[in-house]
């Protein structure tokens, strides 16, 4: 079994499971509170507070203290999905980094990445690439390091939803947004036939469960259908995909997007 921690705004959520190939399971949820104000948008501002929240959580469920996955759902991991030759780990690593390297410049940055598919007929694959300062890697690594945790692995919340949507071979004959919501924060992956495109992240001014909530997720919606199109993508917006919605989000965001966008537009809760 794995441990995969989640840090939001106002919960630390730790999952307890194992995925092998495209099938997945859990088999525990923990969670507990964010110390108010020690979390902001994916950036620690009280480094004590949040190392005190960790022990604790800790301690209280008997966690293990080894092996465990982080994941930040945080502008500060640039995520790119890129094509390049089928290769081994060691060589990718090589070919990656002087990739990054003109984009990096002076700036001391780290960069991961994982293969998302491989096409043999064309002898490529798809990678993820995931790229943060060293400095801010190296401020999660301390603070749970000084709570008597050791990370073996950080990862981008936007890179492990493109991973795992891709795993599933999710949309892959449409052009599809998923929208994603933790707290007042919604983040949105465009998908193009069923391949990452585009994503962004913004912060919600309405509460959940009201019109104008509804009314946000359609204008991110219609921003991104304007970008897509500026893009040359050929195919409109068909699907959305709402995660950590209510049925009552999903029949309002849906009478906002018929009015706003496309009547013809599916509209499905993720759960």
């Known amino acids: 079994m794995a441990y995969t921690v989640y840090l939001s705004n106002t919960d630390i959520e730790v999952v307890k499971g194992q995925s092998n190939g495209k099938a997945v399971s859990v088999s525990h949820v923990y969670s507990e509170q964010m110390p108010e104000g020690s979390f902001l948008n994916g950036v620690i501002t009280d480094p004590e507070g ?6 604790g959580m800790w301690n209280k469920y008997k966690l293990p203290k080894k092996g465990i996955r982080l994941v930040i759902n945080t502008p500060q991991i640039s995520v790119r999905v890129i094509d390049m030759p089928i290769m081994s780990q060691s060589k990718a690593d090589i070919y990656l980094q002087r990739e990054f390297e003109e984009r990096s410049g002076e700036r001391k940055r780290l960069l991961g990445f994982y293969v998302i598919s491989r096409n043999k007929k064309n002898k490529t694959m798809k990678v993820c690439t995931e790229l943060a300062d060293v400095d801010f890697i190296a401020n999660y690594v301390n ?3 000084g709570a008597g945790i ?14 795992f949507l891709k795993r599933l071979s999710f949309a892959n004959d449409t052009n599809c ?4 919501r933790d707290g007042m924060t919604v983040t949105a992956i465009y998908l193009v036939k069923g391949e990452y495109f585009y994503s962004t992240t913004t912060r919600t001014f309405n509460n959940p469960g009201t019109l104008e909530f509804a009314s946000e997720i359609s204008n991110t919606v219609s921003q991104i259908e304007q970008f897509s199109k500026s893009q040359n993508v050929e195919d409109s917006i068909s699907q959305i995909y709402l995660g950590g919605m209510t049925i009552e989000d999903s029949t ?20």
Request: proline share 0%; hydrophobic share 55%; charged share 15%.
């Open 177 to 180: 947004v998923v929208m994603l």
């Open 143 to 145: 603070v749970f390091a």
């Open 150 to 163: 050791t990370l073996t692995e950080i990862n981008s919340g936007i890179g492990v939803s493109v991973n």
């Open 252 to 271: 309002n965001v849906e009478r906002a997007v018929a009015m706003n966008l496309s009547e013809n537009i599916i509209l499905r809760c993720l759960i």
């Open 50 to 55: 949040v190392e005190y929240a960790l022990s």
